[in-house]
């Protein structure tokens, strides 16, 4: 099937232009008053403000998410796939002229990824945790897409931007292929949604010619799977990961979501984002 794919914006050099990065920049730097905390956990104590994660998996073995470490693990089984998604929802169709930023902090890998491959970002839950509740087989869904596989959006360690909106899963973005040791060593991502469109910023990831691999701005399309309205009103964190038969692990460090009004009093401190996030060694 042919999938629409959204319009991007993925220079770099203009990511400042587009309206998330701005939000962005102010709550990194404390200047934007009146924003929201909706979830703030930190691991290994797995506890913080709406702390709670429920484990999702694609019924492929013994997988598990610890809340206690913030781990989630595959197992043994061939294309087994895990991953967890915030016990607290979001209404995307009521935020109206706000914006939502979502942090991961991902502080190790251990595996390969196959298949659907790594994901972080929005997306729904509605079997308890339990069941096919995975970002490629649950509509609405969008955020960073790392596939384990060419059959999967742009490739394999093709890292962009995708989703499922019930039309079937997409990367609609190309940003770099990620080499297997930077992903297991850890990485940021900082999501950043309004209902005109969307930011992604990455640290920790890069090239096989080692240049850093930083994501990109996009606005939404007009309809289908591009469309701010086919979010749902049970929007959740989420992220999952599925490997080869063997076991791996992806471990969180933090997970945060802040809801954040448009800043429209505010001096453009934009320069303020280069500094959002601070790689961990």
Not at 103 to 118: E, K, P, Q, R
Not at 176 to 202: E, Y
Not at 266 to 272: Q, R
Request: with cysteine.
């Amino acid at each position: 099937m042919e999938l629409e794919q959204p319009d991007f914006t993925t220079n770099p050099s203009i990511a400042f232009m587009h309206k998330p990065i701005v939000f962005a920049a102010f709550l990194a730097t404390g200047i934007c008053h009146g924003s929201t905390t909706l979830i703030d956990v930190s691991f290994p104590t797995g506890t913080g403000t709406n702390p709670t994660f429920l484990e999702i998996d694609n019924g492929v073995g013994a997988n598990t998410w610890t809340q206690a470490t913030g781990v989630i693990s595959t197992s043994t089984a061939n294309n087994s796939a895990v991953g967890a998604a915030s016990d607290t929802t979001t209404d995307f169709t009521a935020l109206g002229s706000d914006s939502l930023v979502l942090t991961a902090n991902v502080s190790s890998v251990t595996g390969t990824l196959i298949a659907n491959g790594m994901f972080v970002g929005f997306q729904r839950r509605i079997n308890g945790g339990t069941g096919a509740d995975l970002w490629n087989n649950l509509s609405t869904s969008f955020g960073m897409v790392i596939p384990g596989s060419a059959t999967v959006g742009n490739g394999t360690r093709h890292v962009g931007a995708g989703g499922n909106a019930g039309a079937g899963r997409y990367q609609g973005s190309d940003y770099g292929i990620a080499t297997l040791a930077s992903i297991q060593d850890g990485f940021d991502v900082t999501l950043t949604v309004d209902s005109s469109g969307w930011d992604l910023a990455i640290v920790g990831l890069e090239t096989a010619g080692a240049a850093a691999i930083t994501g990109g701005s996009g606005t939404w399309g007009t309809g289908g799977i591009n469309a701010f309205a086919t979010f749902n009103t049970d929007m959740r964190a989420g992220a999952s990961y599925q490997t080869t038969a063997g076991a791996g692990d992806m471990t969180f460090s933090r997970i945060t979501l802040t809801q954040v009004p448009e800043p429209s009093t505010f001096a453009l401190v934009g320069l303020a984002a280069l500094g959002l996030l601070r790689r961990r060694r």
